[in-house]
């Protein structure tokens, strides 16, 4: 019998879209079992509008005490709603987000809401909240937060103290070959990514050459497809889908930077994705976690959320590849302290 630690990573399945949370989760998986713990990845169900509560019942009902041979699991590391739920003496939560919508995201979408839906939705968002809150403060053993940006949301929503641990890049075999006139994105097709001000800013740019390649899906595609064309962009900017991860390896190590602006993002695994292959990021003021990690004119450039600021931005770059090439240097030195051995160092709680 296994004298390893057994730890359970454990958070919620969102079906048909595997986000930046569940890399992590996969990562710190791959880290554990590479520092000597048996390690597996638990999926527990995030239910869809108007049934999140089962969802949180469900995972509360969870059974992560023992293994399926009838071991014992002596660690559990959540992540992200509602899989913190789940009950265990030893339960670390790394947190990358509680339900956006019921917290910083709540203003623009009630808005769209009529009166007797916002009601409903106002209901369940004080039950989330009061939910989230005890979880956070007394179903915890140690709870850490993935950025600063989440940190605020919890003090500021529940005043829930946490402790910073940026997630290093996912284990993978980053190269450098070079840096070509192009800009790369990565990021799923959807509104709050802002790929449109990527677009708009390149329509502005002085350098008619530069090119951008978008890497990603969603339900933003087509509307991205028509704006290219409006903006008469159609050579220069590739929408080359979804990709494997041997081709976003290869436009990482060929890109001159990358664009990563999304709005108030929580952490965003792209910016240290980009640091660990020596390109700089270009993001907004507004991006909340890749903005904590760039610092401007250092690592990249943090700009406000405007095409013209960001062209601007472009433009240098296009004209200066040294300039570049230096600030992703420093943006590797900063990303390569961050390591999953310290990572798990910080995360193992309970030997």
């Given at each position: 019998?296994?004298?390893?630690?057994?730890?359970?990573v454990?958070?919620?399945?969102?079906?048909?879209?595997?986000?930046?949370?569940?890399t992590i989760?996969q990562?710190?998986?791959r880290a554990?079992?590479?520092?000597?713990?048996?390690a597996?990845?638990i999926?527990?169900?995030?239910?869809?509008?108007?049934h999140?509560?089962?969802?949180?019942?469900?995972?509360?009902?969870?059974?992560?005490g023992?293994?399926?041979?009838?071991?014992k699991i002596?660690?559990?590391?959540?992540?992200r709603?509602?899989?913190?739920?789940?009950?265990?003496?030893?339960?670390?939560?790394?947190?990358?987000?509680?339900?956006?919508e019921y917290?910083?995201?709540?203003?623009?979408?009630?808005?769209?809401?009529?009166?007797?839906?916002?009601?409903?939705?106002?209901l369940?968002?004080?039950i989330?909240h009061?939910?989230d809150?005890?979880?956070l403060?007394?179903?915890?053993?140690?709870?850490?937060?993935?950025?600063?940006?989440i940190?605020?949301?919890?003090?500021?929503?529940?005043?829930?103290?946490?402790?910073l641990?940026?997630p290093?890049?996912?284990?993978?075999?980053?190269?450098t070959?070079?840096?070509q006139d192009?800009?790369?994105?990565?990021?799923?097709?959807?509104?709050?990514?802002?790929l449109?001000?990527?677009?708009?800013a390149?329509?502005?740019?002085?350098?008619r050459d530069?090119k951008?390649?978008?890497?990603?899906?969603?339900?933003?595609?087509?509307?991205?497809?028509?704006?290219?064309?409006d903006?008469?962009?159609?050579?220069?900017?590739l929408l080359?889908g979804?990709?494997?991860?041997?081709?976003l390896?290869?436009?990482?190590?060929?890109?001159?930077?990358?664009?990563?602006?999304?709005?108030?993002?929580?952490y965003?695994?792209v910016?240290?994705?980009?640091?660990?292959?020596?390109k700089?990021?270009?993001?907004?003021?507004?991006?909340g976690?890749?903005a904590?990690?760039?610092i401007?004119?250092?690592?990249?450039?943090?700009?406000?959320?405007?095409?013209?600021?960001?062209?601007?931005?472009?433009?240098?770059?296009?004209?200066n590849?040294?300039?570049a090439?230096?600030?992703?240097?420093k943006a590797y030195?900063?990303?390569?302290?961050l390591?999953w051995?310290?990572?798990?160092e910080?995360?193992?709680v309970?030997e």
């Amino acid at each position: 019998m296994s004298n390893k630690k057994r730890v359970a990573v454990v958070t919620s399945d969102v079906p048909f879209v595997k986000g930046g949370h569940i890399t992590i989760a996969q990562s710190t998986v791959r880290a554990l079992r590479a520092w000597g713990y048996e390690a597996d990845l638990i999926l527990t169900p995030q239910n869809r509008f108007g049934h999140q509560l089962r969802a949180y019942m469900a995972t509360r009902l969870t059974d992560v005490g023992e293994d399926g041979l009838g071991r014992k699991i002596h660690q559990v590391i959540s992540f992200r709603y509602p899989s913190y739920a789940v009950k265990h003496s030893c339960h670390v939560c790394w947190l990358n987000h509680r339900m956006r919508e019921y917290y910083d995201l709540w203003e623009s979408f009630s808005s769209q809401l009529g009166f007797r839906a916002k009601l409903k939705e106002g209901l369940r968002r004080r039950i989330i909240h009061l939910l989230d809150t005890q979880l956070l403060k007394h179903n915890v053993t140690k709870l850490f937060a993935q950025s600063k940006t989440i940190q605020e949301r919890l003090k500021l929503w529940g005043s829930i103290p946490s402790e910073l641990l940026y997630p290093p890049p996912p284990q993978r075999d980053y190269r450098t070959e070079s840096y070509q006139d192009f800009i790369l994105s990565v990021s799923r097709l959807q509104r709050l990514k802002r790929l449109d001000l990527l677009l708009d800013a390149l329509a502005l740019m002085k350098n008619r050459d530069f090119k951008a390649v978008i890497i990603g899906e969603g339900p933003e595609e087509k509307n991205l497809g028509l704006k290219i064309k409006d903006k008469q962009l159609e050579n220069r900017v590739l929408l080359l889908g979804k990709a494997d991860e041997k081709i976003l390896i290869e436009y990482y190590s060929r890109c001159l930077a990358v664009f990563f602006a999304p709005l108030r993002e929580d952490y965003g695994l792209v910016t240290a994705e980009a640091f660990a292959s020596r390109k700089c990021v270009v993001t907004a003021l507004d991006s909340g976690g890749p903005a904590e990690l760039v610092i401007d004119g250092e690592r990249g450039y943090v700009c406000p959320a405007r095409p013209e600021r960001i062209a601007e931005k472009l433009d240098e770059l296009a004209e200066n590849r040294a300039l570049a090439e230096n600030m992703g240097e420093k943006a590797y030195t900063f990303i390569s302290h961050l390591t999953w051995e310290k990572a798990v160092e910080k995360l193992i709680v309970c030997e």
